[in-house]
């Protein structure tokens, strides 16, 4: 099975978004995903990249997956209690192998103007799940969030508060949980009338993924000759 590299995944992720937000523009008559609870939307659009790169019938997503279907179906070693089995994932990649089926990769999606509090629990789950994959020795290829933000011309934010607050929970995380992350860059737009307004559309996430070198659960270890 192919394996994505982080830089990778953050291209499909920001791209696919920033499509997600042009079509909705469109199909709304001028509003942003950034105003409306549309992550399953978003996650078609995010899927699509994923699925393209892999080009196997024995890859797919299930969207809404929740956290119990993800442990029972791909890492039933998982100590996770009741609470940490609650929840849902955006977006869960699959590879099916025979009458099994592992995860490729989780992803989390998030919309607002501007927040970061709201957002904080979001990374923490993604990254434990990662670091928890790895602990068990499952394959999961690795882990994103990625939150569709905008700011308003004469309010930016998003530089200041990547800097300031984001990237440095994102770092502590990783390294907290004895993994690796890659933090987006912003790709700030130029601002778009809206109302009375001038405002721009942006990504934040990150990606985590194993330090161990990541091996499929097919691959078993060679025989001494």
Not at 51 to 60: E, G, N, P, T
Request: hydrophobic share 35%.
């Amino acid at each position: 099975m192919k394996k994505i590299r982080p830089e990778q995944a953050e291209n499909f992720v920001i791209n696919a978004l920033k499509r997600a937000n042009r079509v909705y523009c469109k199909l709304s008559g001028g509003e942003w995903v950034t105003g409306r609870g549309v992550e399953s939307f978003l996650g078609y659009f995010v899927a699509q990249p994923f699925l393209k790169f892999y080009r196997s019938k024995d890859v797919f997503v299930t969207l809404e997956a929740t956290q119990s279907e993800f442990k029972k179906e791909f890492a039933p070693k998982l100590r996770w209690g009741k609470k940490k089995s609650r929840g849902r994932f955006d977006i869960v990649l699959w590879s099916k192998r025979g009458t099994k089926k592992y995860a490729l990769a989780v992803i989390e999606l998030k919309r607002e103007h501007h927040s970061y509090g709201g957002y904080k629990k979001d990374i923490k789950r993604v990254a434990s799940v990662v670091a928890d994959c790895q602990k068990a020795g499952a394959g999961l290829q690795f882990g994103c969030f990625a939150a569709c933000v905008s700011e308003y011309k004469g309010d930016e934010w998003i530089s200041r508060d990547l800097k300031r607050d984001w990237k440095p929970l994102m770092k502590r995380e990783a390294k907290r949980k004895k993994i690796k992350v890659r933090v987006f860059q912003p790709v700030l737009g130029l601002f778009q009338d809206w109302e009375d307004a001038r405002v721009r559309f942006s990504v934040l996430g990150c990606v985590f993924f194993r330090k161990r070198r990541w091996q499929s659960e097919s691959r078993f270890p060679r025989p001494l000759r």
